[in-house]
């Protein structure tokens, strides 16, 4: 029977994680490890276990989530037909990006980066993990701060594959409704993010401008 404001929560005890190292050790430790992670568009072909890819998603999985409600869905593609139809699809959508939508100055924004419509990692990286935002539950039941739910678990799920050793690289064609219609998806999913998943080309370059991050000064406000 679901809780009601006549019949009070039950809670079970806190299991806080304590760290090997001392806290601002584990912290810092933490820090390098995602100091290290770019968005890579060279991936390795080279296989990566189902079981690797699990945990990953286990542990973006694990977010908090407005009342609860855990409004994602991740789907994981492996299949080179299904990854070929998508990498159609998502450069459909980004020469009309690249062509006519984006605006000059966005444009001139992404040129250090070098990025166009071409997208042969969707079909190179092992795995996509396709992130989706739930706007009901499965049982067509609200779901609250859906948008800011599915982003703590996707930094969560690109954190877990840094740990891990993975690349990754954060795609985000616009529109991507296609997604759901690929991959037959119900009408309470809406594609929120693209993730190729694999390992790093042995030539990987990134671009220098992606190098730079702003200073903690600039950041961080202590009031």
């Known amino acids: 029977m679901p809780n009601s404001p006549s019949r009070p929560p039950k809670f079970a005890l806190h299991k806080p994680y304590s760290p090997d190292l001392d806290p601002i050790g584990a912290a810092k430790a933490f820090c390098e490890v995602l100091e290290r992670r770019r968005s890579i568009r060279e991936f390795s072909a080279a296989p990566v276990d189902r079981e690797l890819i699990e945990w990953v998603v286990k542990s973006a999985a694990s977010a908090p989530s407005g009342a ?18 998508i990498r159609e699809a998502a450069e459909i959508e980004e020469r009309e990006f690249y062509s006519r939508r984006a605006p000059t100055a966005w444009k001139l924004d992404l040129a250090p980066l070098g990025t166009d419509e071409t997208k ?24 609250y701060y859906s948008e800011e739910s599915v982003g703590i678990a996707t930094g969560m799920l690109l954190a877990a594959a840094q740990m891990a050793g993975l690349a990754t690289l954060t795609h985000t064609p616009s529109p991507m409704a296609f997604l759901a219609e690929v991959l037959q998806r119900p009408s309470n999913e809406r594609a929120y993010m693209l993730i190729p998943v694999g390992w790093p080309a042995e030539t990987c370059h990134v671009p220098e401008a992606a190098l730079i991050k702003k200073p903690l000064g600039d950041v961080m406000v202590v009031r």
């Open 68 to 85: 609860n409600k855990q409004p994602w869905r991740f789907v994981c593609v492996q299949d080179p037909a299904l990854k070929k139809r």
């Open 120 to 143: 042969e990692f969707l079909e190179i990286a092992p795995w996509l993990i396709v992130v989706f935002r739930l706007t009901k539950t499965d049982d067509g039941k609200s779901v």
